[in-house]
Antibody, heavy 122, light 106 residues
Framework: QITLMESGPTLVKPTQTLTLTCTFSGFSLTTSGVGVGWIRQSPEKALEWLALVYWNGDERYNPSLGSRVALTTDTFKNQVVLTVTNLDPEDTATYYC??????????????WGQGALVIVSS | DAQLTQSPSSLSASLGDKVTITCRASQRISNYLHWYQQKPGKAPNLLIYGASNLQSGVPSRFSGSGSGTDFTLTISSLQPEDFAIYYCQQSFAGLTFGGGTMVEIK
């Protein structure tokens, strides 16, 4: 059974760095075809993909966030850590990590965490 | 990146109705198009991947079609549990989501 869970702070100040941890079980990130992605949802319900790490260590990032977003993977701990630098109130959202459905073609997310609400405010 | 435009942004329908939601891509994306359902307070749930492939465990009243730039999600007979927001997502050019379609009770 595949599960994912996000953890991290709820309230962060502008200009600070956000660190969120996705802890997963039921799959290995070294299995061919899988991956873990981060997606956020604004209070207005818009979904925005942030980053994706593949089974082979390849990483992809949303270019609209520039160099503000980075991933760190610990395959032994089954964790993927997302960092977002230089936070702005516009970064207020629910942050989800999700399992990339095993595929050599499509990046669709078939299992999601419950989401972590992050509020950026002074 | 390819941008996705969903229509309508919301719709009202009755139980048993056939519902169709469209998703148009700003460039050709082959069949790299996926559909999700989201209920209040929950994470999105994958319904369709690769434009027309039903995800395991999803009722057969859901179907997807399309290729290139125009895609459709169809619910053949609307059930009470189908009232939700539906999103399309593409993974051909970057990874982007449509703006969502809210399906409400008439």
């Amino acid at each position: 059974q595949i599960t994912l869970m996000e953890s991290g702070p709820t309230l962060v100040k502008p200009t600070q760095t956000l660190t969120l941890t996705c802890t997963f079980s039921g799959f290995s990130l070294t299995t061919s075809g899988v991956g873990v992605g981060w997606i956020r949802q604004s209070p207005e319900k818009a979904l925005e993909w942030l980053a994706l790490v593949y089974w082979n260590g390849d990483e992809r990032y949303n270019p609209s966030l520039g160099s503000r977003v980075a991933l760190t993977t610990d395959t032994f701990k089954n964790q993927v850590v997302l960092t977002v630098t230089n936070l702005d109130p516009e970064d207020t959202a629910t942050y989800y990590c999700a399992h990339r459905r095993r595929s050599d073609k499509w990046s669709a997310f078939d299992y999601w965490g419950q989401g972590a609400l992050v509020i950026v405010s002074s | 990146d390819a941008q996705l435009t969903q229509s309508p942004s919301s719709l009202s329908a009755s139980l048993g109705d056939k519902v169709t939601i469209t998703c148009r891509a700003s460039q050709r994306i082959s069949n790299y198009l996926h559909w999700y359902q989201q209920k209040p307070g929950k994470a999105p749930n994958l319904l369709i991947y690769g434009a027309s492939n039903l995800q395991s465990g999803v009722p057969s009243r859901f179907s997807g079609s399309g290729s290139g730039t125009d895609f459709t999600l169809t619910i053949s007979s609307l059930q009470p549990e189908d009232f939700a927001i539906y999103y399309c997502q593409q993974s051909f050019a970057g990874l982007t989501f449509g703006g969502g379609t809210m399906v409400e009770i008439k």
